[in-house]
């Protein structure tokens, strides 16, 4: 199974700062044959579904807000929020799809200072 | 656009069963893979099973294989996932998932249902 670690577990940052939230896979999540790697993120509100934020590790979902970005490749990846906003409070989840089982990080917390 | 709605959950005890149902509108069902993502209270997503657009392939995490079963009507765009056996660590909110893209259901989730809270206690 590919373990999916991310870090740190909680961030607190101020309103209009940048929160940056790592992933990290046991394995490589790249397919060579399509140069893709098959990484996700996903944001979850309380009482909420997850939401798809991010696909591809860097494509961003239809009606995301462009202060959310993804990058990284292979084994190590980044979610960054630039210009934090009051409604990004929430726990973030990357995930690997690229073999069965389909795993997640085990989520990071992020909160407002 | 797209909406799955969850249904069937409920209070259970070990060793019982019991059978979740998403129904799905707004897309063309038969074109996409479906997962069943499961989250215990208070923790993180886990990943339960995947069925095929077709419905002729099933994939389960090792903690459900041999007692849950996810199936699909096309018909109907209904999913369906069949959990006997009951264990109490089985206690969670149940969302039926839409694999991201047509074809293979190994893609990110686009859409999500609201979840159906299974509880198995005695």
């Known amino acids: 199974d590919i373990v999916m670690t991310q870090s740190p577990d909680s961030l607190a940052v101020s309103l209009g700062e940048r929160a940056t939230i790592n992933c990290k896979s046991s394995?490589?999540?790249?397919?060579?044959?399509?140069?893709?790697?098959?990484l996700a993120w996903y944001q979850q509100k309380p009482g909420q579904p997850p939401k798809l934020l991010i696909y591809?590790?860097?494509t961003r979902e239809s009606g995301v807000p462009d202060r959310f970005s993804g990058s990284g490749s292979g084994t190590d990846f980044t979610l960054t929020i630039n210009s934090l906003q009051a409604e990004d409070v929430a726990v973030y989840y990357c995930?690997?799809?690229?073999?069965?089982?389909?795993?997640f990080g085990q989520g990071t917390r992020l909160e407002i200072k | 656009q797209v909406q799955l709605a969850g249904s069937g959950g409920g209070v259970v005890q070990p060793g019982r069963s019991l059978r979740l149902s998403c129904a799905a509108s707004?897309?063309?069902?038969?074109?996409?893979?479906m997962h069943w993502v499961r989250q215990a209270p208070g923790k993180g997503l886990e990943w339960v099973a995947v069925?095929?657009?077709?419905?002729?392939?099933?994939v389960y995490a090792d903690s459900v294989k041999g007692r849950f079963t996810i199936s699909r009507d096309n018909s109907r765009s209904t999913l369906f996932l069949q959990l006997n056996s009951l264990r109490t660590e089985d206690t969670a909110v149940y969302y039926c998932?839409?694999?991201?893209?047509?074809?293979?259901?190994?893609?990110?989730?686009?859409?999500w249902g609201q979840g159906a809270l299974v509880t198995v206690s005695s």
């Open positions: 069925i095929s657009s077709d419905g002729k392939t099933q």
């Open positions: 394995q490589s999540v790249l397919y060579s044959p399509n140069n893709k790697d098959y």
């Open positions: 591809w590790a860097s």
């Open positions: 707004g897309l063309t069902f038969n074109n996409y893979g």
């Open positions: 998932a839409k694999a991201g893209f047509v074809g293979s259901y190994m893609f990110y989730f686009d859409y």
């Open positions: 995930q690997q799809y690229y073999s069965t089982p389909i795993t």
